[in-house]
């Protein structure tokens, strides 16, 4: 694998991820029930979490690539 490549796909599953993050939000806010909102807690948020963390960790591949850091 291209070490251009890691980056590229890290960004990409965390695009998804913030979709399907974006797409739970839009149901709690639309129509809220207990189910939906219990889903958007426990699967919506780490969804988030785990975004942002392959967001930095794409970022921090890239500075490692052109050896800024």
């Given at each position: 694998?291209?070490?251009?490549?890691?980056?590229?796909?890290?960004?990409?599953?965390?695009?998804?991820?913030?979709?399907?993050?974006?797409?739970?939000?839009?149901?709690?806010?639309?129509?809220?029930?207990?189910?939906?909102?219990?889903?958007?807690?426990?699967?919506?948020?780490?969804?988030?979490?785990?975004?942002?963390l392959l967001l930095?960790?794409?970022?921090?591949?890239?500075?490692?690539?052109?050896?800024?850091?």
């Amino acid at each position: 694998m291209i070490p251009r490549e890691i980056p590229v796909r890290l960004l990409r599953i965390a695009v998804v991820l913030i979709a399907l993050f974006n797409l739970l939000a839009l149901l709690v806010m639309v129509h809220t029930t207990p189910i939906v909102f219990t889903l958007f807690m426990f699967i919506g948020q780490p969804l988030f979490v785990l975004a942002f963390l392959l967001l930095i960790g794409a970022v921090l591949a890239d500075l490692r690539a052109r050896d800024m850091i």
